[in-house]
């Protein structure tokens, strides 16, 4: 473990807001390992992971980065960067091995130490409850397109708030529940990889439910300061061209990327046109029932955002010729089929521009016009980004050193456009750095690093890049660096 150094700052001109929240955050399942103990189950991604072909080298997340035996040494690393917060998600299956009944103590056991040791280090914790790891005895029996699914949910979530509700004030209820949906049962790159457009609707709406039920739970069993939400990956939509054609793909992927989710939650319906879109596909009259949109629009305190990369698409023209294709650059790898139901005319490209190396355009303007459109959308409405980050492919030094210049550059970007919604008018409260340490990246396994630190999968060694050492000036100064 390497530790992260004090610098003399350049001269700051860019400040943020007094209180603003500096934070960094992981998912259970990319980090923990440790999958067999305690009485955990495999989830879905625990059965993905480990079917050949699905991920990247036939990675899994067996051991990750063993965050739970090195919490307490990860949550050092966290005290030296200066964090308010960081944002971890629970595993399901640790909790409630079967997605049912009561909850294992021994798994509970291991968020009460890790909540205690961020708050004795002065740490706010700020808990996701689902991260993509649905128990996979829930799958077996329907998965998010069957409806008990939300209301079994929406009892885990009451499990965990009865144990930690007492010393964790800030809940996410989902993590981008477009990728549950529509990357796991819409084109089957993530898990459980399944590739049908019906079931990633159906699942969609019922991810929608539990986040309401889950509200409620909440609700009943924390303090009344507490604050709660969801964190989506909103599209930053954006057509090729100004063309009528290109603007109806661009509301085609607005409805079924973004609307799909803030209609319900924050307006309590689903938008006529994704209903239009999607007709062919599922009978929404019958999907949804009496009261679920009462229940999905449970009032929130906050919404997180995810924000990695714009979206370009066009209207397909009508001498496309499809085999002409070799990817459809919507960013989010192969599959089955489009993740994009009730989108087929509608053609995907990439932004101008350098790349990730995820191969995602960076273009940071997006994140200020996401951020800009919800506080137009939703005025009064507090904002988290929740993530941001980029991989790139960082080089360890003879001497030990990880010079990720390219990662510096693209963070302080994106804080700048964060810093200019702000002064637009957004009401941004705080920023989450994706990710506080490399990790299994899902289906491109341990290939991609988003970390501050460089992880040793084989030796578990934690090394502080450079752009950990220029995060910590970033939150000790509350701005970011300027010139002269």
Not at 284 to 290: A, F, G, I, M, S
Request: aromatic share 10%; charged share 20%.
């Amino acid at each position: 473990m390497t530790a992260v150094r004090a610098e003399s700052a350049p001269i700051r001109t860019a400040t943020f807001p007094t209180g603003f929240v500096w934070g960094a955050a992981t998912a259970a399942y990319q980090v923990e390992g440790s999958v067999d103990i305690g009485g955990r189950t495999p989830s879905i991604w625990d059965t993905f992971s480990r079917t050949p072909g699905r991920t990247a080298g036939g990675d899994t997340g067996d051991q990750a980065t063993d965050h739970y035996h090195r919490y307490r040494e990860d949550v050092r690393l966290m005290a030296e960067l200066g964090l308010d917060a960081y944002r971890f998600s629970v595993s399901w299956p640790r909790v409630q091995p079967t997605g049912r009944g009561p909850a294992v103590e021994r798994g509970l056991d291991f968020y009460r130490r890790l909540t205690d040791e961020l708050l004795e280090q002065g740490i706010s914790p700020v808990v996701t409850l689902y991260h993509w790891d649905l128990p996979q005895e829930l799958e077996d029996v329907g998965g998010w397109p069957a409806r008990d699914t939300a209301a079994r949910f929406a009892d885990y979530t009451a499990l965990v708030a009865d144990a930690l509700g007492d010393r964790v004030s800030t809940w996410i209820t989902l993590n981008e529940p477009w990728c549950s949906a529509f990357l796991g049962y819409g084109s089957g790159v993530h898990a459980p990889g399944r590739a049908d457009w019906a079931d990633s609707l159906r699942a969609a709406h019922h991810l929608n439910l539990g986040h309401g039920l889950a509200v409620a739970a909440l609700r009943a069993a924390l303090p009344a300061d507490a604050k709660v939400g969801a964190s989506l990956n909103l599209h930053a939509v954006r057509p090729l061209s100004g063309s009528p054609a290109d603007l109806g793909a661009a509301r085609r992927i607005d409805a079924v990327g973004n609307r799909v989710f803030t209609g319900p939650m924050l307006k309590g319906s689903y938008p006529e046109d994704l209903l239009a879109d999607t007709a062919h596909l599922v009978d929404w009259q019958k999907l949804v029932h009496d009261g679920d949109l009462a229940e999905i629009a449970r009032p929130v305190d906050l919404l997180g955002v995810n924000y990695y990369t714009p979206t370009v698409v066009s209207a397909r023209p009508a001498d496309h010729d499809p085999a002409a294709d070799t990817s459809r650059d919507d960013g989010h790898g192969g599959g089955a089929q489009s993740p994009w139901p009730g989108s087929e005319g509608v053609l995907f490209h990439k932004a101008p521009g350098d790349v990730t190396a995820m191969g995602w355009p960076i273009d940071p303007t997006g994140l200020t016009d996401l951020l800009l459109d919800l506080h137009r959308d939703h005025p009064g409405l507090p904002l988290l980004v929740t993530e941001n980050g980029a991989a790139f492919e960082d080089t360890l030094t003879p001497d030990g050193a990880v010079h990720d210049h390219e990662r510096i550059t693209y963070l302080h970007a994106h804080l700048a456009a964060l810093r200019a919604a702000i002064t637009a008018g957004a009401d941004v409260r705080g920023y989450f750095l994706w990710s506080l340490m490399d990790n299994f990246e899902w289906a491109y396994g341990y290939a991609k690093r988003f970390g501050l630190y460089r992880v040793d999968y084989a030796t578990q060694l934690r090394t502080a890049k450079d752009s950990a050492h220029w995060y910590a000036e970033v939150i000790r100064h509350n701005a970011l660096p300027g010139t002269e």
